[in-house]
């Protein structure tokens, strides 16, 4: 019997993607690395950058784009992001 | 008259008569048409000896002058009459092509009275108006009746109730274009108090419009804003309203299981997304309309219109099941029989708690989605559990000893926002007139989409002022009669300019609200008068007392007591929620007390 | 003191109208409706630099103690609160677009991004440029039907439902009023790029 080697786990935060972004990404979900929101979504707009031109506008959010980090909506993107986090992204989009 | 088509068709089912008037213009001009031509002309006609399933209720069918003009979405339009739900005064508002027909029809309002003595329907041709034995009719679900009596979109419209309102189920809606509601309240309950099966339409007239050049520059703007909103542009033909799940859930703020928790685990497998991807055929829209945000969904079962957001969460997240086809199909059913899929989808779920819990005898369990069809047809037809239900959540809860687990606001069911994750919302169905609904004066543009802007959603301080702009304008709106989903890509000040050039009377902006001020205040008075007080503005315990435990809407409970009294001050009325003698008098309502 | 988040969202904003130019040190105004109250700016502060205790918090309908600290345009807002719908309410000095209400009755834009959100922006008139009631009446009354209009020589009145709103509303009329003052230096006959903008001036 040996010892089993306790490897650490590689937890990065994760991109939740709804609506039309699916398409524009082919998944519904990525880990992406980054220390803040604003890192996240620019490396995920560098990575697939369709989602960029939907998402972002110059280095702001597109209007009516909707983030959310852990379930809260995010206005400012220099808010921190660690592991464990979600990060959720919306196009345009309404309801009733 | 130009807009409104200037008469009132009066109907005494009891004769088997009419008799046609001109529309009060004085009253038109305060308010408008719609939900607030109806609230008041029901303040008049219905008191709170009244019945409302008695034949001393009436049906108030109403236009607005926008109506069949041909601007974008000029087609709903409204019934009021007092609720057999809530007991409050009620409107319900549907889409489709009827209320279109209605106008060209050449009448602004329709007023049903009275009871007929045996099942009827009515056909309306213009000025010819003639009563029709339903003896063969009575029974037959809304799609076959629909059809049998000759519904064709453009030329000839099918107003009916199914099965639900002939067993005046409180939960009954009136249909109308085979699959639009209007839902909310019990209104198809009243329609088979009154014997009355069905009302077709067939119409030759459009209405005459002032300024026909201002008209067309404001029908231009109005489809280049509409292009350019993403919103109503590409989300909402794209993915239809259920886009609204995945986004609920993720902040926390998706009631479930009876608002036992308010994120669903199985939100995914019920959302926009899903559906589009798996279920999907289509969309469609209703009479011009550019945005289409109708579904027209297929299951191996049924293909039709639907489901939509509040819907699906309530055959859903709201009874814990994650079954999008069971859903699609029970929407269906709902629909054939005439009811309201929130209240059903709601009460339903107030059930399976209280079976759970073994507070009433039945195998009713969340998740179960083997069960959703079964028990809608039992509570149209008022069979076995189906009677306990038929009448709504609070009476079932009531009747079992726990009217806590009734999900409700002045004993109407509240749709999906869960008001613990979103502090205005839960004002807003708090004080809402007609009970727990969020078509009069939504939050969830403010407090989640960011439309106009985001408001911090768990602010309590001040949002009383957004509640109430929201109220006030979705009331003139629905008094116009337009949809709100043109207004997520028009702001109001194109709608008053609308009506300005519609009807040649000069409505700015803030005077169109004020309509809409008007006709909230209006409404507060009649239940005012129904017996209604400050203590009915109030949410189920569980939404003040019981915090969720875990998701982003941890440890929030709705704080509605400050935000009450902040709302009371900000309207202009005392403490007890009664608007004030000054405020009456500021919108002309002052005389209505005498 | 009030809500942090709420400062929070009034400095911001103070800041980018300073920056943006559109105010002088001290003048320029924000405010927002709460319920039934008010808050605005803290007589003689600076936009550009607000601190959490300048702004003050008054009720809406009549004089408590914040009046005494509250800036003199109160009674502008307060009258605008209590006729119209907005939330929020904006006044900057957006230098070009004064400059054109010297010598018109109403702005009409040429850009596209103005005359997509505004249309067309009405100029009314009044010579005791703070607090007196005639101004604030007039004020008012032209913001029941527009959500931005000018006061000549003065500056602009803006409002929205949030603070943010107003702001956009000033910010694209002071651009849309460069774009046009560059156009008459550039001085070349207009191509109308617009479908029925003849009709803007009657919006």
Known sequence: MCASKRKKANIMPVVKLYASLRKFAGTKELSMAGGTVRAVVSELARQKPAIGEIVLEKDRLAPHVIVTLNGHNITDLDAPVVEQDVVAIFPPIAGG | MAGWSGNVLDIDLNSQTFTTYPLDREMARQFIGGRGLGARLLWDMVGPEVDPLSPANVLIFTNGPLTATGYQTSNRFSVTTKSPLTGTVLDANSGGFWGMQFKKAGYDVMIVRGRAEKPIWIEIKNDEITFHDASELWGLRVFALTEKLGQNNNRRNVLCIGPAGENLSRLASIMNDRERALARGGPGAVMGSKNLKAIVVEGKDRPKIEDPERFKFLLYETRKLLAASPLTSQALPEFGTVVLMNIMNNIGALATRNHQQTQFEGAEAISGEELTEKYLVRNASCWACPIGCTRISKTGKVEGEGPEFETTWALGAQCGIDDLPAIIEANALCNDLGMDTISVGSTIACAMELSEKGYLDSDLRFGRADQLASVIEAMAYRKDIGADLADGSLRLATKYGHPELSMTAKGMEMPAYDPRGL??????????????????????????????????????????????????????????????????????????????????????????????????????????????????????????????GDGPSQGWVSHLEPMLKEYYRTRGWDQNGVPTKQKLTELGLVNLLN | MVDPRIYEMFRDIGRDLFTSNMISSHGGNLSIRLGDRVVIKRRGAMLGQLKPHDLIETRLDRNDSGVALASTELLVHRTVYLNTPALAICHCHPRTAIAFSLSRDELVPIDNEASYLLKKIPVVTEEFASGTLQMANKVAEALRNYKIIMLRGHGSFATGQTLDEAFHWSSTLEESCQIELAAKLINEPFIEYRGMSGSYSKF
């Open chain 2, 423 to 548: 502090q205005g919302q839960g004002l807003l169905y708090a004080t809402s007139n007609r009970g727990g609904c969020h078509m009069r004066g939504n939050m969830i543009g403010l407090e989640v989409l960011g439309l106009p802007k985001l408001i911090d959603r768990f602010q309590v301080q001040g949002k009383s002022s957004f509640v109430i702009l929201n109220q006030n304008s979705s009331a003139a709106i629905d008094s116009l009669v337009i949809c709100k989903f043109t207004n997520m890509g028009v702001a109001d000040e194109y709608f008053a300019r609308v009506l300005s050039a519609v009807t040649g009377i000069q409505y700015a902006t803030g005077e169109m609200i004020k309509v809409g001020e008007r006709v909230w205040n209006l409404e507060r008075l009649y239940n005012n008068r129904e017996g209604f007080t400050s203590k009915d503005d109030t949410l189920p315990p569980r939404l003040l007392t019981e915090a969720p």
